[in-house]
């Protein structure tokens, strides 16, 4: 799979993996900052291309007063600094067809489509207008087959750069597990591929309304990826996941990863 290139992404060994790393939802400027320059310390250390991402807003919500942003211009504008400052790529979410423009207008790199949107012709229609990489979250309820059909979408609107997801299946009510033969199933519809390392330990509709999740799987789930190749890894990181103000539960501590990437490193040389 040939690797990601994206304009702000410094060089690096073109036979490692990528990352998406940062917290769930932009909660403020300087946690941002925080996150970014610990993680972008780490990837450069380590020769990793890091994406920075966020959500400016959290449109899937369990709860009516569960927190959903700061403000979508306020969110994007932090976003945008971010790319500034850091000279990083960034990747965010789009829920309807009218945010790609504004998203792409703040320069986002990357527009994110959410598993549970991957189905919505005219939200991938418009990403796909945009110019920008798309990135494309597989649905809880589809097999990794299906997804070729929501690439094709992108394509037919003339983009071919498309990144596909697996953040997990539904099984039963209150847990998400991860085929690991879907990742080469999606490879070979041409694309990259990602493991979304923390959302597919989530544990949803619980009756608190409040999405739990295990971390504690993590690295498991993160080693099993890259051990079967996946071409990067997205995954939500944040000072104090208690205090996280969105899908705490299941986050990475951002002082655990460092570790984490040493212990991946030799899995990916060991299957080059």
């Known amino acids: 799979m040939e690797a990601l290139e994206l304009p702000l992404l410094k060089s690096y060994d073109q036979d490692n993996f990528f990352i998406l790393a940062g917290p769930c939802v932009v909660e403020g400027k300087d946690i941002c900052r ?7 310390e780490i990837a450069d250390k380590y020769s990793i291309p890091y994406v ?15 927190f959903t942003g700061i403000g979508d211009e306020a969110g994007l504008e932090i976003l945008q600094g971010i790319k500034e400052e850091f000279h990083l790529p960034i990747i965010t979410d789009i829920h309807n067809p ?3 423009a504004l998203a792409a207008s703040y320069g986002v790199d990357i527009l994110q489509i959410p598993a549970f949107l991957c189905r919505q012709t005219e939200l991938l229609e418009a990403a796909a207008k945009t110019g920008k990489y798309v990135n494309i979250k597989k649905g809880q309820f589809l097999a990794p087959d299906s997804m ?19 953040r997990g299946t539904q099984f039963g009510y209150s847990d998400l597990i991860i085929d690991f033969r879907g990742i080469p199933t999606m490879q070979s519809f041409g694309y990259p591929v990602v493991v979304d390392i923390t959302h597919s330990l989530q544990e949803p509709n619980q009756s608190s ?14 080693k099993a990826s890259i051990a079967v190749g996946a071409d990067g890894l997205f995954l939500e990181t944040h000072p104090d996941p208690s205090q996280a103000k969105s899908d705490g539960a299941n986050m990475l501590r951002l002082d655990l990863l460092e570790n984490l990437i040493k212990t991946l490193l030799p899995i990916r040389q060991a299957i080059l």
């Open 34 to 40: 925080q996150i970014a320059s610990t993680v972008a």
């Open 52 to 66: 920075f991402k966020a959500s400016y807003r959290k449109a899937n919500r369990s709860r009516v007063d569960s």
């Open 98 to 100: 009218e945010e790609a």
């Open 148 to 166: 070729k059909f929501a690439a094709q979408k992108v394509e037919h609107f003339g983009n071919s750069n498309i990144i596909l997801t697996d």
């Open 209 to 222: 309304g409040v999405t739990g999740g295990r971390p504690e799987m993590i690295s498991t789930i993160a």
